[in-house]
């Protein structure tokens, strides 16, 4: 049995600013290596169990207040110690987990960790799937032997053609946690369990591939030889639901396929049911663009918010479009162009966890092109910023190149045009975060409203800092890290930590530099750390961010990786882990030692006497704080109150609705918005379906608005018809045709004229006609001596060589057709276009759902997929 030396030291650290006598508890233990996953278990949420990066398990009763090491445990059948791989719990029964070794062992606890019971299943398991209401059901996928077999065959003998057997990604089912299984079906790529919702928590959803003979293809690329099936017994018959479909998702009520389209473009279309797959519909989104993969954002509210990555020739790979559907999950409208994305999918896109309708983003704030081709003006404020983010480009670039790489300005120059947005009626109508007027230290901030807002950074450079977040329980608190500024920096010396208390309408800044954050007690407590640099100090907020304290945790700095609590964000302990060198280090911080007593007067909440009050969220554009068409009032602590809500707060919370404004309503298939506007305005993409009376002159009228979903506005304004110009390709009208039906006889009897007067028959009478009477009257020729051509006349031409060559002049200026999402692109897009030819990194595989839903695109095979991990696409 290996000895693990845990040290433990107990900390009561004074905290002489908050106030005399109190004092926060603070217990430090060092791990083997690095925590690399914390599960909570239990209805209570006390007993945690810690993975390390070195394969280590580690076990607490009391929430991270005392840990043991339970590795020895779990044993190998040759008495050897398993590394564990991977932890999964179940959403059925929050006591029940299961441990994944490295290699073939593998075990699953049902009490927490208190033991563990080894599953029959000697197979290396790649993905393991509770099912979401039986505790004892599990889907269990696997690769078969021959797959490890023929990597090593090939590495010992480089026999190719040994036989092995084919290599194929296996299904499994148990149903007693891993005493029995029974095989599912083969060459599987993805599955998942059906919707409760639909009743078919039982049914199996997954896509396979149609030939089940040799070894399983490498899912490099969108494949034609792969089915979405569906199976409500086990495997015992399979129907396939939507042929050539890849990836899929099932999210609230909604399931989305992606399904190839064109084998040689590589693109695809997304189908959607809402009936539990009975029928598929193809979405309809606004714009003719290639559709290369997508990522379903949010379908929490009734409606379908997606991020579609077209791959256009005109826009950055890194950006892609946000739609909105309707309540059919089928017909969408653009709801926010160029959103930041990885190449692995993940978008910078997030949900206000606490709050209904708000969403925040980052985008890439460029030029585009309006339906026509046209490009469309920036607004003054936006070609300001423009102009100073390029001169300050310019001024980081003078210098050598060591000068330009040390210069904290020195950055690429697609970073110089990330904005972040903030949309109250989802992603209807977005704007700018409005920038805190003053810093964490007092001094005024400089920023021109028509210029200057904050910036936060999103998913995507999550490993530099912390995203902008939110929890459930701590209604209205959204904090982040950023600047200040005409756009995002990623400089950490122009970076701070920001909050927010009213979702995200106005903002303070918390604390110079890079901190990771935390909350607690409903939003009663934030707990920060620095991001960037080692620390050893701890710094915290009992009133929601209007004063700040600050405690040392040791005499030797780590670097933090994360401050963690319970799910549900209600406790008043905290879990810091970070490193120490190679070693992983963890604090248990305790501020029920800070002697705070429970608020009181929740159900009289603005009294004198009450620690609370209600607040309303709003948008900032009414007086009467409506959002989604109502007002909706919470309570929350005062922030001046010096008291705890405690675990078992309920938040008392009104509704009332509110008259309709524009706000409640987006833009309709085919028209747009901008950033910072209401108004929609016609595209002219060709998504408005013409009526058959349409003619090339003529209008037609439609309504450019339709209600937000989930919005519950009564009675007020009410979106109009208004008229729009029919396609230029539909037929031409009555009085066109006139027109031209007239030009052509006019034309037909000219013709008609200067033949008969050419004619040699006619030509006398043409040419004489009127003067028979005059037959006896001579005439004399007008200048005798007449030049042989009309240059003669006139004189040289000396510039004949030009108008020979005019043409071809033109020919090097014809005008170009623009794209919408590219827009008219300028020397700031040269950096942009080098990207574009960079490919994704390759991984692999993907066999199965997975926590980030995407249906993205293979990314190419190269050498880097050959190590057997399969990337998780959906």
Request: hydrophobic share 35%; charged share 30%; net charge negative.
């Given at each position: 049995m290996q000895t693990l030396i845990i040290f433990l030291r107990v900390a009561f650290l004074f905290l002489g600013?908050?106030?005399?006598?109190?004092?926060?508890?603070?217990?430090?233990?060092?791990?083997?290596?690095?925590?690399?996953?914390?599960?909570?278990?239990?209805?209570?949420?006390?007993t945690v169990l810690v993975q390390t990066t070195k394969g280590r398990l580690y076990r607490s009763v009391n929430g991270g207040d005392a840990w043991k090491d339970i590795s020895d445990q779990l044993k190998g059948l040759d008495g050897t110690q398993v590394v564990v791989g991977h932890l999964v719990k179940s959403p059925a029964e929050t006591s029940t987990i299961m441990v994944a070794g490295t290699k073939h062992d593998h075990y699953i606890t049902d009490d927490g960790g208190a033991t563990f019971r080894r599953i029959r299943q000697k197979a290396s398991i790649h993905t393991f799937l509770f099912h979401k209401t039986r505790a004892k059901w599990a889907l269990l996928s696997a690769w078969t032997d021959a797959c490890e077999a023929n990597k090593n065959a090939i590495k010992k003998s480089g026999d190719d053609d040994a036989d092995i057997g084919p290599c194929s990604h296996m299904l499994y089912l148990t149903k007693d946690l891993g005493k029995t299984f029974t095989l599912v079906t083969s060459y599987v790529v993805q599955f998942s369990w059906g919707e409760a919702t639909q009743r078919q928590q039982d049914c199996l959803y997954f896509t396979h591939f149609r030939k089940k003979k040799g070894d399983q293809p490498r899912l490099y690329m969108w494949s034609e030889h792969i089915d979405f099936s569906y199976s409500d017994d086990y495997g015992k018959v399979i129907e396939s639901l939507v042929p050539n479909g890849n990836k899929f998702l099932l999210s609230n009520n909604f399931i989305f396929v992606a399904k190839l389209k064109d084998t040689k473009s590589q693109t695809v279309t997304l189908m959607c049911s809402i009936d539990g797959g009975a029928n598929?519909?193809?979405?309809?989104?606004?714009?003719?663009?290639?559709?290369?993969?997508?990522?379903?954002?949010?379908?929490?509210?009734?409606?379908?918010?997606?991020?579609?990555?077209?791959?256009?020739?005109?826009a950055p790979s890194n950006v892609g479009n946000v739609y909105i559907s309707d309540a059919q999950g089928v017909r969408y409208t653009l709801s926010l162009p160029n959103n930041v994305r990885s190449s692995h999918g993940e978008c910078e896109f997030d949900k206000v966890l606490s709050l209904e309708g708000v969403y925040m983003a980052n985008f890439k704030d460029m030029p585009r092109a309006d339906g026509d081709g046209k490009k469309e003006g920036i607004s003054s404020k936006k070609a300001d910023a423009l102009k100073d983010a390029e001169d300050l480009e310019a001024q980081a670039s003078a210098g050598t190149e060591v000068d330009k790489r040390r210069t904290p300005k020195a950055k690429a120059k697609d970073e110089s045009i990330v904005r972040t947005v903030i949309s109250f009626d989802k992603g209807g109508v977005w704007s700018y975060l409005k920038p805190p007027a003053v810093d964490s230290r007092g001094a005024k901030i400089e920023c021109p409203p028509d210029r200057c807002w904050l910036h936060l950074h999103g998913i995507t450079n999550f490993q530099n800092y912390a995203p902008f977040y939110s929890t459930e329980n701590a209604v209205g608190i959204i904090m982040g890290t950023g600047n200040v500024g005409p756009y995002l920096r990623f400089e950490p010396d122009q970076t701070n930590t920001f909050l927010s208390r009213d979702g995200g309408l106005t903002w303070s800044e918390s604390h110079k530099g890079a901190f990771i954050y935390e909350f607690g007690?409903?939003?009663?407590?934030?707990?920060?750390?620095?991001?960037v640099r080692k620390t050893k100090q701890v710094v915290f907020s009992w009133n929601e961010g209007q004063s700040w304290y600050d405690f040392e945790l040791s005499d030797i700095p780590l670097e933090v990786d994360n401050i963690v609590t319970e799910p549900s964000a209600t406790s008043t302990k905290f879990l810091l882990y970070g490193t120490r060198g190679d070693t992983g280090v963890m604090y248990h911080l305790d501020f029920e030692a800070l002697g705070q007593s429970l608020c009181k007067g929740v159900w009289a909440a603005d009294s004198v006497s009450s620690d609370y009050e209600t607040w309303m969220p709003s948008d900032g554009k009414g007086t009467e704080k409506c959002m989604l068409g109502r007002q909706v009032s919470y309570t929350r602590r005062k922030q001046t109150s010096e008291c705890f809500n405690g675990e078992k707060f309920e938040r008392p919370t009104s509704r009332k609705n509110c008259a309709c404004t524009e706000e409640n309503f987006e833009c309709e298939m085919g028209f747009t918005r901008e950033v910072g506007s209401i108004d929609c305005k016609f595209a002219n993409d060709g998504s408005i379906p013409a009526p058959d009376r349409c003619t090339s002159s003529s209008n037609f009228n439609v309504v450019g608005h339709r209600k937000v979903i989930g919005d519950s506005c009564e009675g007020g304004w009410q979106p109009q018809k208004v008229a729009v110009p029919c396609p230029a390709n539909s037929r031409m009208s009555r009085g066109g045709m006139s027109v031209l039906g007239t030009i052509a006889v006019v034309a037909a009897i000219m013709g008609a004229v200067t033949f008969l007067s050419r004619s040699e028959k006619f030509k006398g009478v043409f040419a004489n006609y009127g003067f028979d009477a005059y037959g006896d009257v001579k005439y004399a020729t007008i200048g005798a001596r007449t030049p042989e051509t009309g240059l003669d006349s006139c004189g040289t031409r000396f510039d004949a060589d030009f108008i020979d060559n005019d043409q071809d002049d033109f020919d090097d200026d014809a005008p170009q057709l623009m794209a919408y999402t590219g827009g008219g692109r300028d020397d700031r897009d040269r950096d942009r276009d080098r990207d574009r030819g960079r490919r994704d990194v390759p991984r692999g595989v993907d066999t199965a759902s997975a926590a980030v839903p995407r249906l993205s695109k293979p990314p190419g095979k190269s050498s880097a997929a050959n190590d057997g991990d399969e990337l998780d696409l959906l």
């Open positions: 600013a908050c106030s005399e006598g109190k004092k926060v508890s603070v217990k430090e233990v060092v791990f083997d290596s690095a925590v690399s996953d914390i599960q909570w278990l239990g209805t209570d949420q006390k598929f519909r193809q979405v309809q989104l606004p714009q003719d663009l290639d559709e290369k993969s997508y990522t379903v954002l949010d379908t929490s509210e009734g409606a379908v918010m997606i991020h579609v990555h077209h791959d256009s020739t005109e007690d409903h939003g009663g407590l934030v707990i920060m750390a620095d991001d």
